[in-house]
Each structure stands twice: as C-alpha cells, then as structure tokens.
C-alpha cells in the first residue's frame, strides 16, 4: 500500500513539472508578427502557374480574406 501511493506521488510530481515546463516554453518562445517569405514565396508560385490555375488562387486567396464574399 505504501509503495503504491509513493509510485502515485512519483508521478504526480513528475506530471507537475512536466506541465511547468511546457507553460515556460511556451510562454518564452518569441512570436513572429510577420513573416516576410510567406507572401514572397506565394507570389514566386502564382508566377509559376498558368494563367488560368493563377485566377483559381487569387479567388481562393480572396475567399480566405473574406468568406462571405463581399468586395469593399
């Protein structure tokens, strides 16, 4: 009985500073406003594509900016 609640504390305190750990990394880790390659790489796509594949992304690309279709 004995060993089996100091196993159960073990781990307890091993789940405890697991979970510290990961909000410490978490909570360090420097966030990225902007990344300058994603736009760079999606333009150097669009000109890699024919005409007609490049109109179907730049309406997809619209769509994500604004699902509901409206144009401003």
Same mark, same amino acid.
């Not at 880790?29 to 333009?43: I, L, R, T």
């Given at each position: ?27 360090? %880790?420097?966030?990225?406003?902007? /990344? $300058?390659? *994603? ?20 309406? %997809?690309?619209?769509?994500?900016? /604004? $699902?509901? *279709?409206?144009?401003?």
């Amino acid at each position: 009985m004995l060993a089996s609640s100091s196993l159960a504390v073990f781990f307890a305190a091993i789940s405890i500073v697991s979970a510290f750990t990961l909000a410490y990394i978490v909570l360090t %880790q420097e966030k990225k406003v902007y /990344d $300058p390659h *994603g736009p760079v790489a999606f333009h150097r796509h669009l000109e890699a594509l024919s005409d007609i594949s490049r109109q179907k992304t730049r309406s %997809q690309a619209r769509e994500m900016q /604004d $699902p509901t *279709g409206r144009n401003n």
